[in-house]
C-alpha cells in the first residue's frame, strides 16, 4: 500500500493543471461551438435568463475552478492510492470515478428534477470526458 502524507510531494502542479484542463473544456463544451443552445434550450431559458446567468458567472466561474482543484486532488490521492502510472490507467481510473459517482449522482438528480434528458446527457457527457482527461493527467504524470 502507498504511503500516505498530506500532501502528495509533486502534486500541486499536476493537480492544478488538470483542474485547468478541465474548466477549459467547459468553457468550450458549454459555449456555441458545442452544446450551449442546445444546453439553453433543454433547460427553457430565456435570453433574459441567460443574460442573468451571465452576470453571475464570475463568481460561479471562481466556485466552479475551487471545486475542479478540490476533485483533481482528490483524483490525484486516487492515482497514488491505487498505485495508477501511466496515462491508460488513469483513463481507466477517470472512468470508474464518472460511472460509479459521476453518472450515478446525476442521474438520480435528474429523475428528480423534471428536465429534459437533454440536459443530463450534455452535463455527464462534459463530467466523462473532464474525468477521463483529469485522470490521463494525472496517471501520466506520476
Request: charged letters at 10%; a positive charge; glycine letters at 10%.
Amino acid at each position: 500500500m502507498p504511503e500516505v502524507t498530506h500532501w502528495l510531494p509533486g502534486s500541486i502542479l499536476p493537480t492544478f493543471v488538470a483542474a485547468l484542463v478541465a474548466f477549459m473544456l467547459g468553457a468550450l463544451w458549454y459555449s456555441p461551438v458545442l452544446f450551449a443552445k442546445a444546453w439553453v434550450a433543454a433547460h427553457g431559458y430565456t435570453e433574459a435568463d441567460v443574460a442573468a446567468m451571465q452576470k453571475k458567472a464570475p463568481k460561479a466561474y471562481g466556485i466552479s475552478f475551487l471545486c475542479f482543484l478540490l476533485m483533481s486532488h482528490v483524483m490525484a490521492w486516487l492515482v497514488h492510492l491505487t498505485g495508477a502510472t501511466g496515462w491508460m490507467y488513469g483513463l481507466h481510473l477517470g472512468f470508474l470515478c464518472w460511472l460509479g459517482f459521476a453518472l450515478t449522482l446525476g442521474l438520480t438528480a435528474h429523475v428528480y428534477s423534471n428536465k429534459k434528458l437533454a440536459t443530463f446527457l450534455i452535463d455527464a457527457g462534459y463530467q466523462l470526458v473532464y474525468l477521463l482527461m483529469m485522470g490521463a493527467i494525472l496517471g501520466a504524470w506520476r
